[in-house]
C-alpha cells in the first residue's frame, strides 16, 4: 500500500520566514495530493491540494509543487504568520478509487514573533 | 470549502456504555464518508469507510462489531463506540467525500473528543 513520509516534524520560524515542509509517497498510481493544517482540538482543514497533471499550484501565501518522477510534493509558505502556527499533514491518495487518504506524519509549525 | 459537522462535539462516559458520533455533510450529499481516529501529537488513523446505503469497509485491526457505522443517507453517517473502556478514549474525526465532476475532495469534520472514566 501507500506509504507517505513528512519531514519535518517540527519547524520553527520567524514571522515572516518561508516555511517549507516536504513529503514524499510510494506509490506511483497516486494523483492526488492535499495538504491539510490542523490546530489544537480542531479536525483538519483543506488549505491546498494538487492533482498530478499539474506541478505546481498557488493561492496567496501558500504554494505546492509535485515532483511525479521523484515521487515527492512540498508545501511553502511565505511572509508566515502567527495564525499559521498548526500541525500540517500531506497526504496521497488514487483518486477514483474510493479515495482513501493516506496521512504523513505531520509537521508541527511554529511561527515566532 | 464544503462544511462537515460533528456531533457531539465532546462526551465523557462510563466504561460500558455506548456512545454515538453524529457526521453530517452540511452542504454536499457525500456517498462515502471516512472515520479516523487520532491520538495526541500524531496523525490521524483511518478506521473505516462508510458508504451509503451499504456496509461499511473495516481497515485491518478495527473491531466492526465494536465500531458500527451507519450510512443511512446521503448527508449523514453515524459512529458507535459499543461497550466503550478506557483504551477507547481518543479524538475522532469524520470526512466526507465531495465527489463530482471536476472534484474529488475530502473535507474533514471538527472531531469529537471521546472519554471514557
Known amino acids: 500500500g501507500e506509504n507517505v513520509e513528512q519531514h519535518p516534524s517540527t519547524l520553527s520560524v520567524q514571522e515572516g520566514d518561508s516555511a517549507v515542509i516536504k513529503c514524499t509517497y510510494s506509490d506511483s498510481a497516486s494523483n492526488y495530493f492535499p495538504w491539510y493544517k490542523q490546530e489544537l482540538g480542531k479536525g483538519p482543514q483543506l488549505i491546498i491540494d494538487i492533482r498530478s497533471n499539474v506541478g505546481e499550484k498557488k493561492d496567496q501565501r501558500i504554494a505546492v509543487t509535485l515532483n511525479k518522477t521523484a515521487k515527492h510534493f512540498s508545501l511553502h509558505i511565505t511572509e508566515t504568520q502567527p495564525e499559521d502556527s498548526a500541525v500540517y499533514f500531506c497526504?496521497?491518495?488514487?483518486?477514483?478509487?474510493?479515495?482513501?487518504?493516506?496521512f504523513g506524519t505531520g509537521t508541527r509549525l511554529q511561527v515566532t514573533l | 470549502g464544503a462544511v462537515v459537522s460533528q456531533h457531539p462535539s465532546r462526551v465523557i462516559c462510563k466504561s460500558g456504555t455506548s456512545v454515538k458520533i453524529e457526521c453530517r455533510s452540511l452542504?454536499?450529499?457525500?456517498?462515502?464518508m471516512f472515520w479516523y481516529r487520532q491520538f495526541p501529537k500524531q496523525s490521524l488513523m483511518l478506521m473505516a469507510t462508510s458508504n451509503e446505503g451499504s456496509k461499511a469497509t473495516y481497515e485491518q485491526g478495527v473491531e466492526k462489531d465494536k465500531f458500527l457505522i451507519n450510512h443511512a443517507s446521503l448527508t449523514l453517517s453515524t459512529l458507535t463506540v459499543t461497550s466503550a473502556h478506557p483504551e477507547d478514549s481518543s479524538f475522532y474525526i469524520c470526512s466526507a467525500r465531495d465527489q463530482g465532476l471536476r472534484t474529488d475532495t475530502q473535507y474533514f469534520g471538527p472531531g469529537t473528543r471521546l472519554t471514557v472514566l
Open positions: 497526504a496521497a491518495s488514487i483518486t477514483g478509487t474510493a479515495s482513501k487518504l493516506t
Open positions: 452542504d454536499f450529499q457525500a456517498t462515502t
